[in-house]
């Protein structure tokens, strides 16, 4: 097994609420798997996970995020990745993810993605690709529909 640094990997809710903290809002009780090369936008996404009420993981990259998961894959509800970092991209980390049997919400984030990556993103297995630069509160949103989506289709037989 892969020994990920400590460096790379962070638990988040440093500015929840007691509210937030007893898993109150749209992600309570999910833990949240994000995973972006750049700290900022990473930090960012992490903090609105846990102000919604879920429990944020930090990667630094698409290699310590298969790290993250290959080790405990149960222990992730739904994951919120970059697509252009070095090494590992977003678009393997999800293929390889859904490889390894992960059948929960896959959102990934792009500032530059063209119509024919979106598409080629969503056949990998993303549930959405979302731009780079939506609001917190609508990327929030976006995960708490798709868990939705997930749970109705979950018991269609």
């Known amino acids: ?3 990920v640094p400590h460096s790379a990997v962070k638990a988040v809710a440093p ?3 007691h509210e937030e903290r007893l ?3 749209p992600l309570s009780g999910m833990r949240v798997l994000v995973v972006d090369d ?3 936008p990473r930090r960012i996404i992490a903090n609105a ?3 919604a009420g879920g429990e944020a993981v930090e990667a ?3 290699t310590a995020g298969l790290a993250l998961f290959s080790a405990a894959p149960a222990a992730f509800d739904a994951t919120i990745t970059d697509f252009v970092m070095p090494g590992l991209d977003g678009a393997d980390l ?3 993810m859904r490889a390894l049997g992960f059948a929960g919400p896959l959102i990934g984030m792009s500032g530059t993605a063209s119509a024919a990556q979106i ?3 969503k056949l990998a297995g993303c549930d959405e690709v979302l731009e780079k630069g939506i609001s917190m509160a609508e990327l929030v949103n976006e995960l708490a529909a798709v868990c939705r989506r997930r749970a109705r289709t979950r018991f269609i037989v």
């Open 1 to 3: 097994m892969k020994q």
């Open 15 to 17: 500015g929840a609420s």
């Open 23 to 25: 898993g109150r809002g």
């Open 38 to 40: 750049d700290r900022v």
């Open 49 to 51: 996970v846990a102000k």
């Open 60 to 62: 630094e990259d698409g």
């Open 94 to 96: 999800v293929h390889a």
């Open 119 to 121: 598409i080629a993103w």
